[in-house]
C-alpha cells in the first residue's frame, strides 16, 4: 500500500510518507540503548530492506514497460522510483547518524561492518 500511495503522490506527499513509514522505526531504536552489536544488526536489516525495496522498484518499472506496449518505461516511473529509493537511502543514513550520535558509537565502525561484509562474502564463494 505505501509503494501504490507513494507512486500516485506528489513530491512533498512521498517525502512525508517515507519519513512516516521510518519514523517508528527510529523512535524504537533511539529511545533505547545501541551497542554495536545491535548497530550490526540493524545495518543488515536496512541493506535487505533496500534490496528488497529495489526488487518491488524493478517490479513496477517492468509492469509499466509491459503496459506501456514499448521497450523504456515512461521517464515519470523511473523519476518516481528514483525518487523513493533515494529518500529511502537518505532516510536510513539520518536514522544511523542520530543512532550513532546518541550512542556515541563512531563512524568508523562501519568501515569495519564493511570489512566484515566484504569478508563473509568471500569466504562463501570460495566453498
Request: overall charge negative.
Amino acid at each position: 500500500m505505501v509503494f501504490a500511495v507513494s507512486m500516485n503522490s506528489k513530491a512533498n506527499a512521498l517525502l512525508a510518507l517515507m519519513i512516516a513509514t521510518n519514523f517508528v522505526e527510529l523512535k524504537g531504536q533511539v529511545y533505547k540503548r545501541t551497542d554495536t552489536n545491535k548497530l550490526w544488526t540493524l545495518a543488515c536489516q536496512d541493506i535487505v530492506e533496500r534490496f528488497e525495496l529495489l526488487l518491488v522498484l524493478c517490479f513496477v518499472v517492468v509492469e509499466d514497460i509491459s503496459n506501456g506496449g514499448c521497450w523504456m518505461p515512461t521517464a515519470g516511473t523511473l523519476l518516481v522510483c528514483g525518487r523513493i529509493f533515494f529518500w529511502e537511502i537518505i532516510i536510513d543514513i539520518a536514522k544511523h547518524a542520530v543512532l550513532g550520535k546518541f550512542n556515541d558509537i563512531r563512524p568508523g565502525i562501519y568501515r569495519e561492518y564493511m570489512r566484515d561484509l566484504c569478508g563473509d562474502s568471500l569466504d562463501h564463494h570460495s566453498h
